[in-house]
């Protein structure tokens, strides 16, 4: 019997995959907890516009991605940190410092775990760092540090 499974189940799929199951299985253990549902032809529509509404959410949501990436390529982010006269600056620059800075200044919102910062910044000058906004997008941004 094919049915289209509702949830994750360990050992048997993944949800909205359409597998064959026993009969036993199927109305004894699955339909009853709610795990499946039979795979006829009404509920393999519902699967179907269900995925292509899942598809277009995914294309729009690359397409700003690729908005943005245009958008950081013309920034230069500008951050004034206290430094030292060998040109070593106190502390560091973080991930958290740059996304905030990008927020308050441009009104661009990135998250800082996706901001690609092997290290804190800890000299003087410009750097361009990676920010991953996107499956497969990565934006570039010039950072540059500068002294008080």
Do not use: C
């Amino acid at each position: 019997m094919k049915v289209i499974l509702l949830d994750n189940i360990k050992g048997v799929g993944k949800k909205d995959e359409i597998i064959n199951a026993s009969e036993g299985y199927a109305r004894n253990f699955l339909f009853p907890k709610k795990l499946a549902v039979e795979a006829n032809n009404e509920n393999l529509s519902k699967l179907k516009s269900r995925q292509n509404a899942i598809q277009y959410q995914k294309d729009q949501d690359k397409q700003e991605a690729l908005k943005l990436v245009e958008k950081l390529s013309k920034i230069t982010l500008q951050i004034k940190v206290k430094a030292g006269e060998n040109g070593k600056i106190f502390g560091g620059v973080s991930s958290k410092e740059i996304a905030e800075k990008l927020e308050s200044d441009y009104k661009i919102k990135v998250d800082k775990k996706k901001i690609d910062l092997k290290e804190t910044i800890k000299t003087l000058g410009t750097q361009t760092i990676d920010i991953r906004l996107y499956e497969g997008v990565i934006g570039k941004l010039k950072v540059s540090v500068m002294a008080q």
